[in-house]
Every structure is written in structure tokens, then in C-alpha cells.
């Protein structure tokens, strides 16, 4: 009976030797890279032409954060995302729209981890970002419209962090909620036109249900 306890503590201890890489003076090291890329036909009615939508869009999200506390942690990230659109005439492939859009941010993160088992956990994570970027817009033939944006996001996150290794681990992502002031200015002849917006989502727009992956990597001291 003594050797069976012993051997279930050093299996025990081991596992959480082998997996356990929330603890105190840990840091998180990863990011997430995103890729998309979509083609749609539109169709028309008796007054508009049928039109193709192409749509390409890739961005990084690099991320440090550091275990101050057992299953905390504090981080900051830094992220680009950039994005090109086009609509055309699907009968004479003529330019209707062309769209391209960049976006830098910058933000601090709070998230917290509660163990399912050994190598699987659930996430929670709230964040706040200020985001810049620029959105260059053509319409049919005429001069390019560039727009300025500045924006402060706070958004949430809910996941699974899976450790296949002690070193390693692999999560995936939902963001439920998140709020967004932005402020956005587009040059005008007559001077400058300043927009300001206020956007909060519940995810229910499609959001919701993508999935992110990310891959970071821990060290203990």
C-alpha cells in the first residue's frame, strides 16, 4: 500500500514537472500569425452587374507576458495587420472598388488560467490596445482617398491551451466581447473630414465563431 502511494506521488510529481508552466516566475514568450484570402461572386439585379469580391489579409501578433502569480499572467503585445480588397465588373472586369488597409497596435494584456488536467487548461484574458492605420480607398477611375484611423480597443478572450510538452503549447481562441472608440480623419477640399465612432460587439457578427491559434514558448528561471 506504502509503494502504491509512493509510486501515484512520483507519477504525480512528475507530471507536474513534465507539464505545469503556470507557475510564479514564468515567462510567456509566442504570438499568433493570421491568414486569409476569399473570393465571392455577387449577383446583380436588372440595373447592377454581376461583381467579384477578392479579398487578401494577413497580420502578427507578437506577445511577452510574465507569471507575477500561480496561473496569472501579466503581458504586453505588439501586432501588424494589413489587408487588400478589390471589386470588379464580373462581365467586363472592370475596376468598381480597391480598397488596401494597414494597422499597427500596441496593448497590455491580464490572463488567467484554470487547469482542466495536467496538459489542458481554460483561459480567460481581458486586454486594452491602441491601434493606427491608414485605409487608401479608390472608386472606379477617380484620385485615391486616404483615411487616418486611431482607435482604443478593450476586447476579451475565452480558450484552451493545450501542452503537448513542457516548453510548448498550443491554444485556441474566442473573443466574446469587446468595445472600440476610434477616431478617423479623410482630407477633403474644403479641409478635413473627422469622424468619431463607437462600436461594441458581442461576437455575434461571425467573430465569434473563428478560432485563432497561438504557439508560445515558456521558460522557467
Known amino acids: 500500500m506504502n509503494k502504491l502511494l509512493i509510486t501515484v506521488f512520483l507519477v504525480f510529481s512528475l507530471s507536474e514537472n513534465l507539464f ?27 440595373i447592377t452587374p454581376d461583381t467579384k469580391i477578392s479579398r487578401n489579409a494577413y497580420g502578427i501578433l507578437p506577445q511577452v507576458g510574465y507569471f507575477f502569480k500561480k496561473n496569472w499572467v501579466i503581458g504586453v503585445d505588439f501586432g501588424y495587420h494589413h489587408s487588400r480588397s478589390s471589386i470588379t465588373n464580373h462581365q467586363t472586369g472592370e475596376l468598381v472598388n480597391r480598397q488596401n488597409q494597414w494597422t499597427g497596435r500596441g496593448g497590455v494584456f491580464l490572463r488567467r488560467y484554470l487547469p482542466i488536467n495536467e496538459q489542458v487548461y481554460f483561459h480567460l484574458q481581458g486586454g486594452l490596445a491602441y ?46 466581447i469587446s468595445y472600440s472608440f476610434s477616431q478617423s480623419k479623410t482630407p477633403q477640399i474644403n479641409g478635413e473630414q473627422k469622424e468619431l465612432d463607437h462600436s461594441f460587439s458581442t461576437g455575434l457578427n461571425g467573430d465569434f465563431l473563428s478560432l485563432g491559434f497561438n504557439l508560445f514558448i515558456s521558460k522557467p528561471r
Not at 509566442?30 to 436588372?46: C, H, K, P, V, W
Not at 486616404?146 to 476586447?155: K, Q
Not at 493545450?162 to 498550443?170: D, E, G, L, S, V
Open 131 to 176: 491601434t493606427f492605420g491608414d485605409i487608401k480607398t479608390i472608386h472606379l477611375q477617380n484620385d485615391a482617398i486616404v483615411r487616418n484611423t486611431r482607435a482604443l480597443n478593450m476586447h476579451t478572450q475565452a480558450g484552451i491551451t493545450y501542452f503537448p510538452k513542457r516548453w510548448i503549447a498550443i491554444e485556441g481562441n474566442i473573443n466574446p
Open 20 to 46: 505545469a508552466q503556470t507557475e510564479q516566475g514564468i515567462w510567456m514568450v509566442g504570438g499568433q500569425y493570421t491568414f486569409n484570402s476569399e473570393n465571392t461572386l455577387r449577383l446583380g439585379s436588372q
